[in-house]
């Protein structure tokens, strides 16, 4: 039997260089990166192509010929898109089945959360209009135009990254490795909510997509589940140090979400606008709803990398906490708060 | 234990009708009849409570503490309500929730299609707002709404009814049975889709509501799978007439199905015009797309009646003609024809 032969969309963003490290290390994938003419040359895609990936030219709005160009021979689609370019799988998605494509995952991989308007990044459909900007951010309508195509798919869903979930520490001692200050704790902080490693996503994936048990079906891949009460316990005592336990209402986080709403309608395309949206949508999401646990994934239709696959050993995340706490930990998203610089 | 005690809405519909007599054939079920208040002396309701089943006198527009008393011990709600009132059961859903019901069956009871804007009936998002009137109409919203609320549910989907699925004679004998003339074949008329009898489907929601393997699933309960040309060879064998076979293409289905989304936008209360958008929709999606299959129900996620009740013998199809032909069968929707003379 030949190597299944895996397109990777998004290489070189966080969710799509953990994919092409699973898939690199399970040794039993070919590995193509699809890249934007203007992204070649980009260091993380070097890096890629030392380890064996092979690049393949292409922008996602490129025309239906050049798209199946792009797919000849290709197995598996995995998709990783920014946020605000969910729509341009559409035409993806269109080609692969042309392609004759017999797994297309598109990009999912955010937190269980129920469609139909409780978080923008899920499906938003803005108040009053379906032709409103954001609405390029809907995965839900790449999910339906997948199923009227009924091109085989896996939907992938993950826990909150492991590397966004701990609060800093006062003595400024993991300052590198945080991203966003996590100061606040939702509620009583006693709401259960899954986490997964971010390194963890591509070893998942490359389980997933190697099994006709996950063939149109969501999956939910998940390492652990903690309450934010838990982490915070576990890191003061790993550090030594109190951390302040700042608690934010369920009333304080629907304010945040009316009005992120409010102003991220009237200006969707600036980040300053949309990104504390996304912030407030979420808290709503896992802390104060709860939505992101394995049992609520279950209702929703998923299978759960548990179930599927008890042997895996995740990443320990008290293991992990030592690990930013010894100061050797990677921060993410770093480019990107450069640019924001 | 205790036997079953089931609400349902929309009693004294076709839907509504067919699953009151399964319930009630079944012997298992204590069966409530939600009724509006002024449609508590329709015969129809007499006839029922002839039968046993209990009156609850509530408007689906009540306030939450009424539906909430009418929902008082209730295991099972089972919604059939009309097409343009889907939304009514909204509130319903949540008090529903609040009152502790063990499964709630919203108004699916259509052949499969995609969710994402194929049928306007499944889940209509209009061309240009979501807060169109037309909307109202849209089953996904009560779908995503019941999964946010996390409330136990079955969707139960039907083939295309046996009652609509056969085309006239030329001699006029079966007009009597006749609710529409049926008389244009989709494209080559070899596309096959699934049937049900109206009558089964009683049948088959008193088995899927007692199944713990439907929770929060959505099933697809049909009798059998023909092609057009099929059910034509069929009547043509029993009548001994000859029947025109009058193709249309599907650029012409098409065409309607544009012509139709655009006239039922401009008057979305107008029966004129939207009951041939339901028409062309539907001749789109079965005849066209080949939506109501099981095959594609499968990849869409339902569990099948074939596979969960193998020893079930469903209503057979060339009996029914037969039964047409002779002249004893019952016609459908004859109050609402009369309604429009």
């Given at each position: 039997m030949s190597t299944t032969k895996v397109l990777l969309v998004g290489a070189t963003g966080e969710t799509g260089g953990s994919i092409a490290n699973g898939l690199l290390e399970a040794g039993t994938f070919e590995v193509y990166a699809l890249i934007r003419p203007r992204s070649v040359a980009k260091p993380a895609l070097t890096a890629l192509q030392d380890r064996g990936v092979k690049v393949r030219q292409c922008d996602m709005t490129a025309s239906e010929e050049e798209l199946l160009e792009a797919l000849k021979d290709i197995d598996v689609v995995i998709s990783t898109v920014g946020p605000a370019d969910q729509l341009e799988q559409?035409?993806?998605?269109?080609?692969?089945?042309?392609?004759g494509v017999k797994r297309f995952v598109p990009c999912g991989f955010i937190p269980v959360t129920p469609p139909g308007g409780v978080m923008w990044l899920r499906d938003q459909v803005s108040r009053d209009r379906v032709t409103f900007p954001g609405d390029c951010r809907t995965k839900e309508i790449v999910y339906n135009h997948i199923k009227q195509l009924w091109l085989p798919y896996t939907i992938i869903d993950v826990g909150w990254w492991y590397q966004f979930s701990y609060p800093r520490l006062a003595s400024g001692k993991i300052d590198y490795a945080m991203t966003m200050s996590n100061d606040e704790i939702i509620g009583d902080g006693n709401t259960p909510s899954a986490l997964t490693d971010l390194r963890d996503i591509g070893h998942y994936v490359a389980k997933i997509i190697s099994d006709e048990r996950t063939l149109n079906k969501m999956v939910f891949a998940y390492d652990v589940v903690l309450t934010q009460n838990e982490?915070?316990?576990?890191?003061?005592?790993?550090?030594?140090?109190?951390i302040e336990r700042k608690h934010v209402s369920a009333e304080e986080i629907l304010d945040r979400v009316a009005s992120a709403r409010a102003s991220s309608e009237t200006y969707p395309y600036d980040p300053a606008k949309y990104v504390p949206r996304y912030i407030a949508e979420y808290q709503l999401s896992w802390g104060i709803r709860g939505d992101n646990k394995p049992e609520y994934a279950k209702y929703l239709g998923y299978l759960t990398s548990k179930e599927l696959y008890p042997d895996f050993k995740p990443s320990n995340f008290e293991d992990y906490l030592k690990h930013v706490f010894s100061g050797s930990a990677k921060g993410i998203y770093t480019d990107r708060i450069k640019r924001f610089e």
């Open positions: 559409l035409p993806l998605a269109k080609a692969a089945k042309k392609a982490i915070y316990d576990m890191l003061e005592k790993i550090s030594g140090e109190q």
